[in-house]
């Protein structure tokens, strides 16, 4: 059974810190590329950063030079530092573990951030 499973959310002031972590079990997770997104009430979910098994990075532009996406291959996990963290960071934020050519894509159940002072 494959899970992901996400923790480090939390309260925090804005211009302030949090490492996001997501530890998967029940898939190989070298090989998979693995995303953060995050999602408001009635939005659409963001992506926000990936990371291939390769461990190449992508971020998109709301997070970038905010946030870094980092993996650890031998603890099954994937972090997403967030520093400098803004009011409107605040959301639901998930991990996606995902792999193009066995056409399998996996989420967590997500973690709360909440920006505010």
């Known amino acids: 059974q494959v899970q992901l499973v996400e923790s480090g959310g939390g309260l925090v002031q804005p211009g302030g810190s949090l490492r996001l972590s997501c530890a998967a079990s029940?898939?190989?997770?070298?090989?998979?590329?693995m995303g953060w997104y995050r999602q408001d009430p009635g939005k659409q979910r963001e992506l926000l950063a990936s990371i291939t098994s390769g461990g190449s990075t992508n971020y998109a532009d709301s997070v970038k030079g905010r946030f870094t996406i980092s993996r650890d291959n031998a603890k099954n996990t994937v972090y997403l530092q967030m520093n400098k963290l803004k009011p409107e960071d605040t959301a639901v934020y998930y991990c996606?573990?995902?792999?193009?050519?066995?056409?399998?894509?996996?989420w967590g159940k997500g973690t709360l951030v909440t920006v505010s002072s």
């Open positions: 029940g898939i190989i997770f070298s090989i998979y590329a």
């Open positions: 996606n573990a995902a792999h193009r050519q066995l056409g399998m894509s996996y």
